[in-house]
């Protein structure tokens, strides 16, 4: 993204929206897994381990939805996608947080940049 930020070629805004929502369907996959394939947990190509999951769950117990702000942080992000699809989490929900916390990390992102 840094490159293509800087690059005169491409619009910040179209660099935004790609970045965006190509995050937010990377979430989507995430939420998507905790929802309907948590039974595949132990396989070795499960995107989170067990102990990671169950951080997430415990952020969620005690912080709530909006936790989902975080979801663009690493290492936490994905745990958290997914405990979101795990604890049913409303779809609109889910996708509005998870939007917001990524927009704005873009947003910053390309605003530091010359």
Do not use: C, H
């Not at 929502?21 to 396989?43: K, Q, S």
């Not at 005690?62 to 690493?74: D, I």
């Not at 947080?97 to 010359?114: E, F, Q, S």
């Amino acid at each position: 993204m840094v490159a293509a930020a800087l690059s005169a070629e491409t619009s910040r805004t179209a660099l935004f929206l790609a970045a965006t929502a190509g995050n937010v369907l990377g979430a989507l996959a995430n939420f998507a897994l905790g929802r309907f394939a948590i039974r595949f947990e132990d396989r070795r190509w499960f995107p989170v381990s067990r102990q990671a999951r169950q951080k997430a769950e415990t952020l969620f117990a005690r912080f709530g939805r909006p936790v989902l702000l975080f979801s663009w942080l690493p290492i936490v992000g994905d745990p958290l996608t997914l405990a979101a699809g795990l604890l049913r989490t409303p779809l609109l929900v889910f996708l509005a947080y998870v939007t917001i916390g990524k927009a704005a990390r873009y947003a910053v992102l390309l605003w530091l940049m010359p």
